[in-house]
């Protein structure tokens, strides 16, 4: 494994499709506004599923098709999504652990236009050769 | 929501919850249509299929569709009941990918509760499975953290 081009990537940090989350017109009990303030929440919250489908797709831009047969992710969901926010999914390169494996490893998580975290995890892939797709600024 | 509405959902999840057993488990099979993950595709603005074809030109399923839904499998699914207490709210996940998954295939399910418990008025529902195709390939796991409802018990 090319663990040199590996350690090389440590502390890159990579920014997903910037989004506009909007409300699935189907959502319903929790993502119903008017339900959702009537429990007393803030508002119709999106569902985290959109949190991870966009998460997903930076990983899987930037790690390629590896993703699909070694993608592992874990993620906790800390604050809404409302309405409207913008969505932003980042990840930070830590290294490649277990040494020596071929998989690097992130931290990620996804911010509102505030620069509040929304949900924050780890995830990591096996990196064929050491090569990753891009995205990394 | 009046406080009588709030103990209806309050009053359904703690009766529900009360059933829920560590190691009860559930089976599932599932058929992901093109008309389906078009269907995710558009929900969540991902562009499909874009990097969701197979080197043979097979259409892929998005991971973040491969996965059982905790609530949906072990929570309160009576239409009856008070929409507050229906579903809820993910607030953790950890998944594996292990093998593409297909448009098309059959996709098994075998899911397991791995833990229940109130915290700060939510109840919290745990739920372990495992995806595997026809042949019994493994091609997904994952652990997923929910509430039961979205009304807080006070």
């Given at each position: 494994m090319a663990d040199g081009s590996l350690k090389s990537r440590e502390g890159h940090e990579i920014t997903g499709t910037v989004k506009t989350a909007r409300m699935p017109p189907d959502a319903g009990a929790v993502h119903d506004d008017r339900l959702a303030r009537s429990a007393?929440?803030?508002?119709?919250?999106?569902?985290?599923e959109y949190h991870f489908a966009q998460i997903t797709e930076m990983l899987l831009h930037y790690f390629g098709p590896v993703w699909f047969t070694h993608g592992e992710i874990e993620v906790k969901y800390i604050a809404p999504l409302l309405d409207k926010d913008t969505f932003i999914p980042r990840a930070r390169v830590i290294g490649?652990?277990?040494?020596?494996?071929g998989r690097l490893n992130l931290d990620i998580w996804c911010e509102n236009q505030h620069g509040q975290k929304l949900g924050v995890g780890r995830a990591s892939c096996l990196v064929p050769g050491g090569e990753v797709q891009g995205l990394e600024k | 929501m009046n406080k009588s509405q709030l103990k209806e959902a309050i009053d359904a999840i703690e009766v529900h919850f009360a059933t829920l057993?560590?190691?009860?488990s559930a089976r599932q099979e599932h058929v992901y249509t093109g008309e389906e993950v078009r269907g995710y595709a558009s929900r969540y603005d991902i562009p499909y299929p874009g990097s969701y074809?197979?080197?043979?030109?097979e259409l892929l399923v998005p991971p973040g569709m491969v996965f059982m839904r905790p609530a949906a499998t072990?929570?309160?699914?009576?239409?009856?009941?008070p929409p507050q207490a229906r579903l809820g709210i993910y607030t953790q996940t950890h998944r594996w990918y292990l093998k593409p998954v297909y448009v098309g295939h059959k996709v098994l399910f075998d899911g397991e509760i791995i833990d229940t418990y109130e915290r700060r008025g939510f109840f919290y529902l745990a739920v372990k499975w495992e995806a595997k195709d026809e042949d019994g390939e493994v091609l997904a796991r994952g652990e997923e953290w929910h509430t039961l409802g979205f009304v807080r018990k006070t």
């Open positions: 007393g929440l803030r508002g119709g919250y999106i569902v985290n490649e652990d277990p040494p020596g494996s | 057993r560590v190691g009860q074809v197979s080197a043979q030109g072990f929570g309160i699914t009576d239409a009856n009941a």
